[in-house]
């Protein structure tokens, strides 16, 4: 059964600041990994797509990065910005199933 | 393309009472995936629909709860009888078989079974 681990679980960062948020999973054989974001009481949004073939993907100031053999994925926010805050979540795709993280919640203080 | 649709946005139902959860995928989807998200148990795959034939309904939680799809462009999930540990938001996706595709999520419905 596919795991996925967010770390760290809350975050918060002053205004500018770039954020990292690291995800984990435990099943290499995946066939693409999605971060979505989550505002509260809101659904989830896509922010990134990776194919299980690529080594990052990117949309303006987000970048994620996908080391597959290694089980790692990594989302760059290049300064930050207090509309940034939000829950980040990691989904893996394997097969139909998408397994997801329990989420990076980020705070952007101004 | 309007996403993924779902219906109500809130639901209050008494203990007891039936709750029909709505969805219509994006045109053209073929997969359609019901989730439950609560804070102690994250998101949860109930139920997961190929071309409208329900292929993995594992995470369904016990009898109360069923799934149907119709057709391709509409789904229902129903709680008969409901209970109070029901209450979570109930997120429905679509996508298709590509393992290039993502899924796209609807708004979903928060339920309260009081």
């Not at chain 1, 770390?7 to 995946?30: Q, R, Y």
């Not at chain 1, 980040?88 to 203080?109: E, I, M």
């Not at chain 2, 053209?28 to 148990?41: A, D, I, P, V």
Request: hydrophobic share 35%; glycine share 8%; proline share 5%.
């Amino acid at each position: 059964k596919q795991e996925v681990t967010q770390i760290p679980a809350a975050l918060s960062v002053p205004e500018g600041e770039n954020l990292v948020l690291n995800c984990s999973f435990t099943d290499s054989a995946i066939y693409n990994l999605q971060w979505f974001r989550q505002d509260p009481g809101k659904g989830l949004t896509s922010l990134l797509l990776i194919q299980s073939s690529q080594r990052e993907q990117t949309s303006g100031r987000l970048n994620a990065s996908l080391d597959k053999s290694s089980g790692r994925s990594t989302l760059y926010i290049a300064a930050s910005q207090p509309g940034d805050s939000a829950t980040y979540l990691c989904a893996v795709r394997d097969d139909y199933k998408l397994s997801f993280g329990a989420g990076t919640t980020v705070t952007v203080r101004a | 393309d309007a996403g993924v649709i779902q219906s109500p946005r809130h639901e209050v139902t008494e203990m007891g009472q039936e709750v029909t959860l709505r969805c219509k995928p994006i045109s053209g989807h073929n997969s359609l995936f019901w989730y439950r998200q609560t804070m102690m148990r994250g998101l949860e795959l109930l139920i997961y629909f190929n071309n409208n034939v329900p292929i993995d309904d594992s995470g369904m939680p016990e009898d109360r709860f069923s799934a149907k799809m119709p057709n391709a462009s509409f789904s229902t999930l129903k709680i008969q009888p409901s209970e109070p540990r029901d209450s979570a938001v109930y997120f429905c996706a679509s996508s298709t078989d590509s393992p290039n595709y993502g899924y796209t999520f609807g708004s979903g419905t928060r339920l309260t079974v009081v």
